[in-house]
Nanobody, 110 residues
Framework: QVQLVESGGGLVQAGGSLRLSCVAS????????MGWYRQAPWKEREFVAS??????NYANSVKGRFTISRDLIKNAVYLQMNTLRLEDTAIYYC?????WGQGTQVTVSS
């Protein structure tokens, strides 16, 4: 059974940092792209960042502030979020190969 488990969300002041983690189990995703998405209240889910081997992609809104990385041995993907803004408040989801995690809440306060 495939599971993606996110962690690391929380409440942070604007300008602060958080590091999200997502650990996958039940299957080897070494050859798959892994990504992060987010959904803010009253908005559609949107792409944040993705990674496959050394190739990364970012949404324009997070470029220069967020960094995605992964640990192939641990079957994990991470999202380092710096200089957080109020508009980064959302539930963040890990995704790969059609599988989704349950999400982790990130709240940025002023």
């Amino acid at each position: 059974q495939v599971q993606l488990v996110e962690s690391g969300g929380g409440l942070v002041q604007a300008g602060g940092s958080l590091r999200l983690s997502c650990v996958a189990s039940g299957r080897d995703f070494t050859w798959s792209e892994m990504g992060w998405y987010r959904q803010a209240p009253w908005k559609e889910r949107e792409f944040v960042a993705s990674i496959k081997f050394d190739s990364t992609n970012y949404a324009n809104s997070v470029k220069g502030r967020f960094t995605i990385s992964r640990d192939l041995i641990k079957n994990a993907v991470y999202l380092q979020m710096n200089t957080l803004r109020l508009e980064d408040t959302a539930i963040y989801y890990c995704q790969t190969s059609g599988y989704w995690g349950q999400g982790t809440q990130v709240t940025v306060s002023s």
